[in-house]
């Protein structure tokens, strides 16, 4: 959720994507055999199967209750033209249960070689969950309706497993926050289930929780254009196992981090609803973010912005953040705000097992004062040990990172035989959540790809 992107910013830098990585021009845009449109309200349960192609044009609502089934395999494209989004609504539900072998690809309508950031719109759930909002507050990106006052932290918005979302993420008007990411969460409940999830070439943020309790398992952030995982409104799901990849040529006009966590802007008035309450406090672990292992850059990037910050945590936010590791941001983590601050040191705000590495400055307070608040509580070795490390770009082999870690249409994110990534005892122990799995490794990886087999690196050159 950021400032306004430039439209004209953002056409040109389309352009600049097809062209880069165009190597054909010869295949057909969406196939007109066995193409079933989508489009204006689904109202009563159906089911989308592989045997067709499905087309979204315009915004295409689930609503009234209904269930959208989408069967293993199913291709579904968003119509450039009308900036085509499926939006779960309220009540609704999807079932996208897709498998390794046959995941379930939203992906744009342009030909192989010409697609590009923000072809489309993405995939919205809207749910009955607990958020900080004032009632009648109305959702981003022109989609229609408002927060209303739910608090069933266990709502059910269906399913997504196995699932790629590719070339979405849109600005859709000139006006501040008026994007659609990858993929929206607004007030999912816990009840839903995300897991096996990759968004590659969204146009704004990867992944958005707008408040909610949902919980998330093995999400993968490829070449996104503003955040990886952008939290916000009250948000206090878990979600264990996280890559983002980012092309280190690419950032957006307001600047790119992994994270950015929010309350809401400014994140504290009395006269809020709830007084801000619930706190945005979600718990990420084992996640994975990597720009780059060459210097870092803050100048503007041909996607329009500079890069941030791995981790920018503001507007009182209090999000934990647990055996995770950040390269190559010009800064590491920044604590922005006084409420921030004031988060971390009574321990609402955590972040334990975190390596920061590759950065120009690592640990930034962002309330203008001198940094050592945010140093003592970074580096604390007594109560709690935190277990937290700096590792300069000198070092940065140190951590024995795969050789093909930053390959951006073939990465290999398993960490060398002997990384200290991988000792258990430079691990923190994981809050006590039968939602956590053992995993006492720092980052996303162990010794298991979980992405193998499902996920796609290159979809810019893949035939649908």
């Not at 100048?299 to 055996?323: D, F, V």
């Not at 690592?362 to 140093?375: E, K, P, R, Y």
Request: include cysteine.
């Amino acid at each position: 959720m950021k400032n306004l992107i430039s439209l004209f910013v953002l056409a040109s830098v389309l352009m600049f994507a097809s062209c880069t990585t165009s190597t054909t021009t010869d295949v057909p845009a969406t196939p007109t055999n066995n193409l079933v449109v989508l489009e204006g309200e689904i109202t009563t349960s159906r089911t989308l199967t592989a045997d067709k192609k499905y087309l979204l044009k315009g915004f295409v609502y689930v609503t009234n209750g209904a269930t959208l089934t989408i069967n293993a395999g199913t291709v579904i494209f968003g119509d450039k033209d009308s900036k085509g989004s499926l939006i779960i609504e309220k009540g609704a539900k999807i079932n996208a249960n897709g498998t390794a072998a046959q995941p379930i690809v939203f992906t744009s309508n342009r030909p192989r070689g010409q697609r590009g950031y923000g072809d489309w719109g993405g995939l919205v759930l809207i749910g009955k969950a607990p958020h900080n909002q004032p009632v009648a507050t109305t959702y981003e990106g022109g989609i229609r309706g408002a927060y209303e006052g739910f608090s069933d932290a266990n709502d059910n918005s269906g399913t997504l497993r196995y699932v790629r979302i590719e070339f979405a993420g849109v600005a859709l008007t000139p006006s501040s926050n008026s994007e659609i990411n990858g993929l929206t969460l607004y007030g999912v409940g816990a009840g839903t289930t995300i897991e096996y999830v990759q968004v590659s070439y969204s146009g704004d943020d990867s992944f958005e929780w707008f408040g909610g309790t949902v919980n998330c398992k093995y999400l993968i952030a490829h070449r996104g254009w503003d955040d990886d995982w952008d939290t916000d409104h009250g948000y206090v799901g878990r979600v264990q196992f996280g890559v983002a990849l980012r092309d280190p040529l690419i950032a957006d006009v307001s600047g790119s981090n992994g994270f950015e966590s929010d309350n809401f802007n400014p994140g504290t008035p009395a006269t809020a609803t709830n007084a801000g309450l619930p706190l945005t406090q979600p718990i990420f672990a084992n996640m994975s973010n990597y720009v780059t292992v060459g210097t870092p850059s803050s100048a503007t990037q041909s996607g329009s912005g500079p890069y941030q910050r791995g981790m920018h945590l503001r507007r009182n936010t209090a999000i934990n953040i647990y055996n995770s590791v950040m390269v190559g941001y010009p800064e590491g983590l920044r604590l922005d705000g006084s409420t921030t601050i004031a988060n971390a040191t009574a321990g609402t705000l955590e972040l334990r097992g975190i390596v920061i590495a590759n950065m120009t400055n690592n640990l930034v307070d962002g309330t203008g004062a001198a940094n050592q608040t945010v140093t003592d509580y970074f580096n604390s070795a007594t109560t709690p040990n935190r277990m937290n490390q700096i590792v300069s770009g000198t070092n940065l082999s140190t951590l024995m990172l795969n050789a093909a870690n930053f390959n951006l249409t073939a990465p290999n994110f398993l960490p060398q035989t002997g990384s200290p990534l991988l000792t258990a005892a430079n691990a923190v122990t994981l809050p006590t959540d039968a939602f956590f799995m053992s995993a006492p490794f720092r980052g996303a990886f162990g010794t298991v790809n979980w992405t193998a087999g499902w996920a796609n690196f290159d979809p810019q050159n893949t035939d649908y």
